[in-house]
């Protein structure tokens, strides 16, 4: 069984820091894309970074310039940094990766985590 964990959540004020951390464990082949997506409550879920097994990146405008994405591969772990945080990023913020448990699965499965809270006030 695969679980995301995600941590690095809580309160901040606008122009802090955030770093969020998701780790990956359970019986993994390999990873594929992993990525951040964040929800506000009555919205649909939105993408706001995803990197490749190859350290590709792409970004939602709205975050471009402030937050990256990186990870540890050794670690299975995606982190995203957030700069310049505004109360408009408040939200849930959630883990996601497509991961391989079987070898002959080139496509993989997608999991998700339980979501950790960021609040960006004063």
């Known amino acids: 069984q695969v679980q995301l964990v995600e941590s690095g959540g809580g309160l901040v004020q606008p122009g802090g820091s955030l770093r969020l951390s998701c780790a990956a464990s359970g019986s993994i082949f390999s990873i594929k894309d992993m990525g951040w997506y964040r929800q506000v409550t009555g919205k649909q879920r939105e993408l706001v970074a995803v990197?490749?097994?190859?350290?590709?990146?792409n970004y939602a405008d709205s975050v471009k310039g402030r937050f990256t994405i990186s990870r540890d591969n050794a670690k299975n772990t995606v982190y995203l940094q957030m700069n310049s945080l505004k109360p408009e990023d408040t939200a849930v913020y959630y883990c996601n990766a497509r991961i391989r448990i079987d070898p002959r699965d080139y496509f993989g499965i997608n999991y998700w985590g339980k979501g950790t809270l960021v609040t960006v006030s004063s």
């Open positions: 990197i490749t097994s190859g350290g590709s990146t």
